[in-house]
């Protein structure tokens, strides 16, 4: 009996457990989709609205307007102030003060020395080392010397006022004022009168060249450059420059090309155009490098194909003393310097450069730079360079 009890209750527990599996996965199947509504076409609907009838209008394209094209006018390049440069004739003197400012300590210890009593071998050595410091050379000192002991010898003059006197005369004499220290700038034979201008390398030859030019546009010249230092771009730019400030026209060449022939194309410019003055700057050299040298006397010659060049002028650096008198030499073997342009005058007590030069090698000091402003280049005068290195000790 209890065993027939067991298979019932395992039996029910079994039929419990099969519905309890097989109801989920009924409640789990997909519901079928609703019905979709069928909508009734569209002419099958009655109109709640009648449709008036529609006019068909040709359909014209907008007129295309064209805005009026407003032409800017050309901007116009800006043209350079032309600058109108001061009058030479009495330039030196005018800048006086400036030369004096570095060279007076000269004159007044010479006239110190020279204003004493007695004068003894002492105090004349004193004044040979003054002059020697200056750069007016041993020769030239020793001659200045003599003639200033025989001078106070004779005379016996001891004020100031009175030595002042005999060593300006002294002084004016070794600068040998008769010699020719004008320019040749003047056009002829149908041609412009041709200035070359030569140098070491720092002198300030592109500089001075500016400066030429203007002295010569303040003297009434029209000038035109040649900027024949092809090795240096800045050098033509800056020559440029200065020609723009005094309206003159600059001839340049490619960078690196042939220095003659851009001082000859300049010169046959200055031809066609009828210009009074041609001025050409060469490049920098050395005066030991022969074939730098070489080349500085090709471009002469071939600048004389258009005839004689009428000035060839050295520019030196009084600060570089005694060492210009040896530049000063080798130059005019090459290329026949006509006269010499010293620079920075204003920053030297070694003025007596100007007498070694003229002494060495008879080449007149014609022109000379008092400082850096445009209109510092002055014709030189001995007689208002000598008032300067004395100083205002009268």
Not at 132 to 141: F, H, L, R
Not at 268 to 285: H, M, Y
Request: glycine letters at 10%; a negative charge.
């Amino acid at each position: 009996m209890e065993y027939v009890v067991a298979a019932v209750i395992l039996l029910v527990v079994l039929v419990v457990g099969a519905v309890g599996l097989v109801v989920p996965r009924m409640r789990r199947k997909e519901l079928p989709p609703p019905p979709v509504p069928t909508v009734p076409a569209e002419e099958e609907l009655p109109p709640l609205v009648e449709k008036a009838p529609v006019a068909e209008t040709p359909v014209t394209e907008a007129p295309v307007i064209e805005a009026p094209v407003i032409e800017e006018p050309p901007v116009a390049a800006p043209t350079p102030v032309v600058e109108k440069p001061e009058p030479t004739a009495g330039r030196l003197v005018r800048l006086r003060a400036r030369l004096a400012r570095s060279q007076s300590a000269l004159g007044r210890g010479l006239l110190t020395v020279l204003s004493r009593d007695h004068l003894e071998d002492d105090d004349w050595e004193e004044i040979e080392d003054s002059l020697i410091t200056a750069d007016v050379g041993v020769e030239a000192t020793q001659v200045i010397v003599e003639r200033l002991r025989e001078r106070v010898r004779i005379l016996g003059t001891r004020t100031v006022a009175g030595v002042r006197e005999q060593l300006t005369e002294e002084l004016i004499a070794a600068l040998e004022p008769d010699l020719d220290r004008s320019l040749h700038t003047a056009p002829h034979d149908g041609r412009p009168a041709v200035l070359m201008v030569v140098g070491v390398n720092g002198a300030g030859k592109t500089t001075t060249c500016g400066k030429i030019g203007r002295v010569l546009i303040a003297d009434g010249r029209t000038v035109l450059f040649g900027a024949a230092d092809t090795f240096r771009a800045a050098a033509t730019e800056q020559l440029v420059t200065w020609g723009e400030r005094v309206g003159a026209e600059t001839v340049r060449g490619p960078a690196g090309g042939d220095p003659a022939s851009v001082a000859f194309d300049a010169v046959k410019r200055g031809i066609d155009v009828g210009i009074d003055t041609v001025v050409v700057d060469t490049a920098g050299r050395l005066q030991n490098k022969v074939g730098l040298m070489d080349e500085l006397g090709k471009v002469k010659r071939v600048v004389e194909k258009h005839g004689p060049v009428d000035e060839t002028l050295l520019v030196l650096d009084a600060t570089t003393g005694q060492n210009g008198l040896e530049q000063a030499r080798v130059f005019t073997e090459v290329v026949d310097v006509t006269g010499v342009v010293l620079t920075k005058l204003d920053g030297t007590a070694k003025g007596g450069i100007v007498i070694a030069v003229q002494r060495k090698l008879g080449i007149p000091v014609k022109l000379v730079g008092l400082g850096e402003g445009p209109d510092d280049l002055a014709p030189f005068e001995p007689a208002a360079f000598v008032e300067a290195l004395l100083g205002e000790t009268a």
